[in-house]
């Protein structure tokens, strides 16, 4: 939660500060609390302006700049990360939880989003079986969105098995890299 | 215009294949001599007969010929000696013999000395539509022929097919065995450095490959441009199953590969993998995660697509199918209990999945040999990779067959269930293999790219 403010003050403050110097000041709203935040507290106020420049965070996006990406330039440097599985498992970590959280938080912001998640494995297990796994880790990532609120018809599921790695290393730090739900931006 | 380029492909394919205009593709023609059938050469005190393999005679003196007549007798040799049925006289010491010009000239004596129990005499004739080819196996001791064949017909350009023939009716005249010389082996492969569009990905175009079952004529079946994967020859080798993320959603699609046409088996939003033939080629088994939940289960369709239903219904996965070889059951891969481990079903799907694998970790991709033997492969977890292990379903009694040479898996049957073909890493990249189901005579099929999800022909 405190990170999440923060995450909500740095864009208001972001807001803030390019108001100073467009005519048209995007609007910084504050974003909804997640869906099992059961008792929200009241966001806070944006702060005051902020005169002087401030060093840009590389996340997130300014909205200009990913209103006006091409399908290909979002993807490829994409607001929506991966997130990783253990060997055998397709259960979404802690870790996995805050990612696919903050990919809510873009797919909320632009409504107008579908998306593929596709499910990967690494090389360890067997080229068939993966292709379920690979499911499964999809699934998994597509039903935790759900449950933040995203509509399931944005959410288009395939699974690759272990037949395009990220990684074509052959140690644990590739496997890591390689069990993964991967998110591919299809539609804006 | 897809299958424009299919058709260009496939006919270049096709160019080396004896009578592979149209369908059906047909194998040179023979002729058998009605007096020398099937009296089996022995060797001595129960060993194997011992062959000797000389290159073949040119009775037409020009190059081609020439170069026919000696290819046919060094594919020859190495069809023979794939199933261990007779042993040989080696190759490099037939130069000491003089060479025969015709079957008249055989000098029996020279070979008797040699301990030769057999001799294969062949010619090669260059005739209007190809070449002639005629093949005696003589008794050595009694200088009698006791097989004796013509074949015609069959392109020149390809006479390796010629040597396959001979191979497999020697196998089966002489010991009663069906050879797998004229089969194909099809995979998956990346070789030809293609990259997917529509991603910003570096992803690797596969596209399906076939090939001659030892190794030779490596030939792109599939133009799809995207990822194909995990083909299976239908029971007659006309036609390869397999599974295509063409509309970016996984479908079984087929190619009838000497019509240069292709089938929809599945279509729509739903995930179809990994086809398994019926013995009779009228249904397919697939796998398909369509009901969602994060599980998949086993489906039979008919080939045309119609007549879809679920074969397994258990909330878990259950993949990688593979038919008995009578149809009645199907091998398959299920979680239910963890890690993957090899099932039993009736092709019916009444009655309880029954458990085969016990002492894995980790076992999928079961494949049911074919008769005599009752036996399935499987991929076996055991260790940082995978090995190939067999289970004789009498006596659940398992054999190992690779020990961790680079990682192995996707073990596929020789329709004689004598040898098997599988991916392995042991080379580097992945590799298809063969090795016999004893797990000797290893051989390396390619070497181009990654290669992979091997299937071997029937037929």
């Known amino acids: 939660m405190v990170?999440?403010?923060?995450?909500?003050?740095?864009?208001?403050?972001?807001?803030?500060?390019?108001?100073?110097?467009?005519?048209?000041?995007?609007?910084?709203?504050?974003?909804?609390?997640?869906?099992?935040?059961?008792?929200?507290?009241?966001?806070?106020?944006?702060?005051?302006?902020?005169?002087?420049?401030?060093?840009?965070?590389?996340?997130?996006?300014?909205?200009?700049?990913?209103?006006?990406?091409?399908?290909?330039?979002?993807?490829?440097?994409?607001?929506?990360?991966?997130?990783?599985?253990?060997?055998?498992?397709?259960?979404v970590s802690p870790a996995g939880q805050k990612v696919l959280d903050e990919n809510a938080t873009v797919l909320k912001r632009y409504p107008a989003w579908a998306i593929t998640i596709e499910g990967h494995c690494d090389e360890r297990g067997t080229a068939e079986y993966n292709l379920a796994l690979g499911e499964r880790r999809a699934v998994a990532a597509r039903a935790y969105l759900v449950a933040q609120g995203i509509s399931a018809d944005r959410l288009r599921i395939v699974s690759y098995g272990k037949e395009f790695p990220f990684d074509a290393g052959h140690d644990e730090s590739a496997f890591a890299k390689n069990r993964r739900a991967h998110f591919v931006i299809t539609a804006k | 215009m897809k299958h424009s380029i299919l058709a260009g492909i496939i006919a270049a394919a096709l160019a080396g294949w004896p009578h592979a205009q149209q369908p059906p593709p047909q194998p040179p023609t023979t002729t058998q001599q009605p007096s020398e059938i099937g009296v089996p050469i022995v060797g001595e005190a129960g060993n194997p007969p011992r062959l000797a393999v000389p290159d073949f005679i040119a009775l037409s003196p020009d190059g081609e010929t020439v170069a026919i007549a000696k290819i046919l007798g060094q594919v020859l040799w190495d069809d023979l000696n794939f199933e261990h049925e007779f042993a040989f006289i080696p190759r490099d010491v037939y130069a000491s013999i003089p060479k025969a010009s015709s079957f008249a000239e055989v000098p029996f004596d020279r070979w008797r000395?040699?301990?030769?129990?057999?001799?294969?005499?062949?010619?090669?004739?260059?005739?209007?539509?190809?070449?002639?080819?005629?093949?005696?196996?003589?008794?050595?001791?009694?200088?009698?022929?006791v097989f004796g064949k013509e074949y015609s017909g069959g392109a020149a350009a390809n006479p390796r097919r010629y040597a396959h023939m001979v191979s497999d009716d020697l196998h089966l005249t002489q010991r009663a065995l069906h050879g797998v010389a004229q089969t194909r082996v099809t995979f998956a492969s990346d070789r030809d450095g293609e990259r997917m569009k529509n991603t910003v990905q570096k992803r690797d175009v596969k596209e399906i490959y076939i090939a001659d079952y030892d190794g030779e004529r490596q030939t792109r079946v599939t133009v799809n441009g995207t990822l194909n994967v995990f083909p299976r020859w239908s029971p007659d080798g006309r036609s390869i199953a397999y599974t295509s993320y063409g509309k970016g959603t996984p479908?079984?699609?087929?190619?009838?590969?000497?019509?240069?046409?292709?089938?929809?088996?599945?279509?729509?939003?739903?995930?179809?993998?990994?086809?398994?033939?019926?013995?009779?080629?009228?249904?397919?088994?697939?796998?398909?995660?369509?009901?969602?939940?994060?599980?998949?289960?086993?489906?039979?369709?008919?080939?045309?697509?119609?007549?879809?239903?679920?074969?397994?219904?258990?909330?878990?996965?259950?993949?990688?199918?593979?038919?008995?070889?009578?149809?009645?059951?199907?091998?398959?891969?299920?979680?239910?209990?963890?890690?993957?481990?090899?099932?039993?079903?009736?092709?019916?799907?009444?009655?309880?999945?029954?458990?085969?694998?016990?002492?894995?970790?980790?076992?999928?991709?079961?494949?049911?040999?074919?008769?005599?033997?009752?036996?399935?492969?499987?991929?076996?977890?055991?260790?940082?990779?995978?090995?190939?292990?067999?289970?004789?379903?009498?006596?659940?009694?398992?054999?190992?067959?690779?020990?961790?040479?680079?990682?192995?898996?996707?073990?596929?049957?020789?329709p004689n269930g004598r040898h098997i073909a599988f991916t392995s890493t042991r080379a580097g990249k992945k590799q298809i293999f063969t090795i016999a189901r004893t797990g000797k005579d290893l051989k390396q099929l390619t070497r181009s790219g990654n290669n992979e999800h091997p299937d071997w022909s029937a037929k």
């Open chain 1, 3 to 91: 990170r999440r403010i923060a995450v909500i003050l740095t864009a208001a403050s972001l807001a803030a500060a390019a108001a100073c110097h467009k005519n048209k000041p995007p609007v910084a709203r504050p974003m909804p609390p997640p869906a099992t935040n059961t008792a929200p507290t009241q966001p806070p106020a944006p702060p005051d302006p902020v005169r002087e420049p401030t060093t840009v965070p590389a996340e997130p996006v300014r909205d200009d700049a990913i209103a006006s990406a091409s399908l290909d330039d979002l993807n490829r440097n994409s607001p929506l990360k991966p997130v990783f599985y253990e060997l055998d498992r397709s259960d």
């Open chain 2, 113 to 145: 000395e040699l301990n030769a129990d057999g001799l294969v005499v062949g010619t090669v004739q260059k005739v209007d539509a190809g070449v002639k080819v005629e093949v005696r196996l003589y008794d050595v001791r009694s200088r009698r022929s």
């Open chain 2, 251 to 414: 479908q079984i699609l087929i190619s009838n590969i000497f019509q240069a046409t292709r089938e929809e088996v599945t279509r729509g939003n739903d995930e179809n993998w990994l086809a398994a033939w019926s013995p009779d080629g009228t249904k397919l088994c697939i796998a398909s995660p369509r009901e969602g939940h994060g599980y998949t289960n086993l489906y039979v369709v008919n080939r045309d697509g119609s007549g879809l239903r679920k074969l397994t219904n258990h909330p878990s996965i259950n993949t990688s199918p593979t038919w008995s070889p009578s149809g009645t059951q199907i091998a398959f891969s299920s979680d239910r209990t963890g890690n993957p481990q090899v099932y039993v079903i009736g092709a019916d799907g009444v009655g309880q999945a029954q458990r085969i694998t016990t002492s894995e970790s980790y076992a999928d991709k079961p494949t049911w040999s074919p008769a005599p033997y009752n036996e399935i492969a499987y991929t076996a977890r055991t260790g940082p990779g995978n090995d190939i292990k067999v289970i004789d379903m009498a006596t659940r009694e398992v054999r190992q067959l690779t020990f961790g040479e680079g990682s192995n898996e996707s073990p596929a049957f020789a």
